[in-house]
């Protein structure tokens, strides 16, 4: 009787102990933020997991903002963000004693995209605010078929959303009819079964579905977004607190070495050079 | 050994505890609820939250108006229950008084597990089946649509109403039906002047929790209620109810701002409506209760 539960004592501190010293050996990141950046952070990740094994990674999304958020909190190492700071988040920062410093790792370009049905081929910026902001509501104004257009938008505290904002409606308001989703995902699916509908999405999410209109006669294509020619692009940014040193400096450097931007290429984003 | 008094008391001391821990878990729900959406009652006023038109949250400066996404989930709930009820009744009277036992105790269990689907799963249906072929049957711009959303709302109410009202049908004492059958009443007769004038606060009970359920449900809606922010004007229109909207935007609103803030002020409108229609099934099943035991 004794000897058992003495052996089953001796059993849990040997289990406690490695397992305790298992995690001590672990050198951990945490990478939060936009669900934009989010691929890139997670095969990024990956690879460098493979080829360190003693590191442990954990990225999570939850948008820019969150990503921020827990950046200024401490709560992360690096924070993925689809636009550049805001004013409040760098004041909030600097009075926590955080020091927010951006690392551009990619480009990301925000494709108008139309059902496949739809004829219309080319649309100005100016165009598309029109149709945004509700005063062109059909596709014959445009040179296209007889049909109500459907407005479908972003969420409006996404990344994608403020770039779009930003780029396109310079700062007015989107028509309060447009169908709002919550997520790239969604809005290809809302469109590609609306006959009528206009969206938009990161590059990374076109598919054969879907149409991606030419902007200002510009095509969205990697070589376009990485030249500035196409006018609905942004750049992808990793925050860390302060100049990174260590292992959030040593991943960083992976993501900005070739190997590293062939990877956030893979995951249809447009590399850096 | 510990004597069977003491023992006693551990375990009524332990039943205590968990039976607590829910009251609790409601309290800290309810505090934080107040917590966090009441900074925006006093920036915005309630009058101008609830009544306002326009829902721009992160637009500068912000509109919170929140009365096209009340609108639309009165609306969709409205939609659901026209389904549910007409359906969900007649499916309990036909359960308990038709249907044979055997088959009853088949029929009965697969409904209830109806519910036990999960919401995304309607929210798929609805988006590639149902939407789509609103969409070719009318000829609109797009099927997403409060329609859309009544009908997959109402689907998943069914069980709940169906469930209910059969329990309150079966808790209408035998001899009730017995009486009526001797004195030469026919099974019709029986069923719509006797059994349902009885059953009539249990199944009031039924149809306010199967309102509970589709106001409150979130994944189906944000699926397939297409999610524009205005004064529903059709149902074959795009809308956003409440829940659809926090589920959208809590996940990047800065915690802190006023927008998180806003969003905590829906689920406190969205709250006091669920507890309200709760007080109210409450009531209504007291009342069925007193009635069918016949004091």
């Given at each position: ?34 669900s ?26 939850g948008g820019?903002g ?86 479908v938008s972003r969420d409006s505290s996404s990344?994608t959303f ?12 989107v028509?309060?009819?447009a169908l709002l989703q919550a997520s790239n995902g969604a809005v290809?699916?809302v ?83 | ?54 829902w721009y949250p992160t ?7 929140i009365?096209p996404l009340?609108?639309a989930s ?49 929210g ?20 997403l649509?409060?329609?859309?959303a ?68 979130t994944m189906t809606v944000l699926m397939v209620a297409g999610g524009a922010a ?8 795009p809308l956003r109810p409440m829940t659809a909207n926090i589920a959208a935007e809590m996940g990047e609103a ?5 927008h998180y803030?806003a969003l905590?002020?829906i689920a ?28």
């Amino acid at each position: 009787m004794l000897k058992s539960r003495l052996f089953t004592g001796l059993l849990v501190v040997l289990l406690v102990s490695t397992f305790s010293m298992l995690v001590m050996a672990e050198k951990n990141l945490t990478i939060q933020g936009s669900s934009t950046v989010l691929p890139i952070a997670q095969r990024a990740a990956e690879a460098y997991m493979e080829k360190n094994p003693d590191v442990n990674i954990s990225v999570r999304g939850g948008g820019s903002g969150n990503g921020v958020a827990a950046l200024i909190d401490g709560a992360t190492d690096i924070a993925n963000t689809s636009r550049f700071l805001k004013n409040k988040e760098v004041s909030a920062a600097v009075a926590n004693g955080i020091y927010p410093v951006p690392h551009r790792v990619a480009m990301d370009g925000i494709a108008v995209v139309i059902n496949s049905s739809n004829p219309v081929e080319d649309l100005s910026l100016e165009k598309i605010k029109a149709i945004y902001t509700g005063q062109i509501t059909n596709w014959k104004e445009l040179g296209g078929k007889d049909q109500e257009i459907v407005v479908v938008s972003r969420d409006s505290s996404s990344g994608t959303f403020e770039v779009f904002e930003e780029l396109v409606l310079d700062g007015d308001k989107v028509v309060a009819s447009a169908l709002l989703q919550a997520s790239n995902g969604a809005v290809a699916g809302v469109v590609s079964e609306a006959r009528g509908a206009i969206g938009y999405l990161g590059l990374g999410y076109l598919s054969p579905s879907l149409k991606a209109v030419k902007v200002n006669g510009v095509t969205p294509t990697n070589a376009t977004v990485a030249s500035g020619q196409f006018p609905i692009a942004r750049p992808l940014f990793m925050f860390t607190n302060g100049w990174p040193k260590g292992l959030t400096a040593d991943f960083i450097n992976f993501i900005l070495s070739v190997e590293g931007q062939k990877l956030a290429e893979e995951q249809g984003y447009v590399p850096l050079f | 050994m510990i004597d069977w008094k003491k023992k006693e008391k551990i375990v009524k001391t332990i039943l205590f505890i968990f039976a607590l821990s829910s009251i609790i878990f409601l309290t800290g729900i309810v505090i934080v609820l107040f917590n966090e959406g009441f900074p925006i009652f006093s920036k915005v006023g309630l009058f101008q939250f609830v009544f306002g038109q326009d829902w721009y949250p992160t637009h500068e400066p912000p509109d919170f108006g929140i009365l096209p996404l009340l609108l639309a989930s009165i609306l969709v709930t409205v939609g659901a229950m026209v389904i549910a009820v007409p359906i969900g009744i007649s499916s309990a009277i036909f359960i308990s008084y038709i249907l044979p036992q055997k088959i009853k105790d088949i029929v009965k269990p697969m409904i209830e597990m109806l519910a036990g689907v999960p919401s995304v799963i309607y929210g798929l249906f609805g988006m590639r089946i149902l939407g789509p072929f609103l969409q070719d049957l009318f000829d609109l711009p797009t099927g997403l649509t409060a329609l859309t959303a009544a009908i997959m709302l109402g689907i998943m109410a069914l069980p709940t109403v169906v469930s209910l009202a059969e329990d309150a049908i079966s808790a209408v004492p035998k001899k009730f039906r017995d009486a009526s059958l001797a004195l030469g009443g026919t099974r019709w007769e029986t069923i719509s002047k006797v059994i349902l004038p009885t059953a009539t606060s249990g199944m009031v009970t039924a149809v306010i929790l199967g309102i509970g359920r589709a106001i409150g449900e979130t994944m189906t809606v944000l699926m397939v209620a297409g999610g524009a922010a205005v004064i529903p004007r059709s149902i074959l229109r795009p809308l956003r109810p409440m829940t659809a909207n926090i589920a959208a935007e809590m996940g990047e609103a800065p915690v802190g701002s006023d927008h998180y803030h806003a969003l905590f002020g829906i689920a406190i409108i969205l709250f006091v409506i669920t507890l309200f229609f709760n007080i109210m099934a409450d009531l209504a099943s007291n009342r069925f209760k007193k009635k069918v035991s016949g004091k």
